[in-house]
């Protein structure tokens, strides 16, 4: 069975960065692209990014370029990802995503983050 | 990037009734689409991708349809625990994008 088990919920002063991981059992990331989503308290659903764990190659939406950055640890089977400056609009449910072709067939629980001083 | 308008944002129905959602493309996707369910508190989950694809253990009450740049989620005899929101999602060209969204309540 895949499972994506995402850390703890973050609570981040401004300016400062955060650093999200999701831990995948069942399947081999390296053969498997993972996407970051957000969602913003009662909004819906933001692309961020992807990365490919067997190579490291990162893509991002353009507003998430200077905010978030992608790695991967094949050896542990886990994805990582790294908020930076942290802003008030940065509070948010972070998931983790795990693609089939395109589409998104299993996702981690989801971490909050609240960015507050 | 493409856009993906979804209508309507909110939509109120019985039991037993058969809702439909849309979702429109600001260009054509070639049918790379998926639509997902979101129970409050809860992640998203797959119902449908490659715009009419059931995935593997979803009811046969949801269906999907379309082409081009029009899009829509059918859901046949509505049940209580469809209460949700629902999104759809463009895989065609990156950046990957969702529509706004549409919360399904019962009347």
């Known amino acids: 069975e895949v499972q994506l088990q995402q850390s703890g919920a973050e609570l981040g002063k401004p300016g400062t960065s955060v650093k999200l991981s999701c831990k995948v059992s069942g399947y081999n990331i390296r053969s498997t692209y993972m996407h970051w989503v957000n969602q913003r308290p009662g909004k819906g659903l933001e692309w961020i990014g992807r990365i490919d764990p067997a190579n490291g190659n990162t893509i991002y939406a353009e507003k998430f370029k200077s905010k978030a950055t992608l790695t991967a640890d094949t050896s542990s089977n886990t994805a990582y990802m790294q908020l930076s400056q942290l802003k008030s609009d940065d509070t948010a449910i972070y998931f983790c995503?795990?693609?089939?072709?395109?589409?998104?067939?299993?996702w981690g629980q989801g971490t909050l983050v609240t960015v507050s001083s | 990037d493409i856009q993906m308008t979804q209508s309507p944002a909110s939509l109120s129905a019985s039991l037993g009734e058969t809702v439909t959602i849309e979702c429109r493309a600001s260009e054509d996707i070639y049918n790379g689409l998926a639509w997902y369910q979101q129970k409050p508190g809860k992640s998203p989950q797959l119902l449908i991708y490659?715009?009419?694809s059931l995935h593997t253990g979803v009811p046969s009450r949801f269906s999907g349809s379309g082409s081009g740049t029009q899009y829509s989620l059918k859901i046949n005899s509505l049940q209580s625990e469809d209460v949700a929101s629902y999104f759809c999602q463009q895989y065609y060209d990156y950046p990957w994008t969702f529509g706004g969204g549409t919360k399904l309540e019962l009347k």
């Open positions: 995503a795990m693609e089939d072709y395109g589409w998104f067939a299993y």
């Open positions: 490659n715009a009419n």
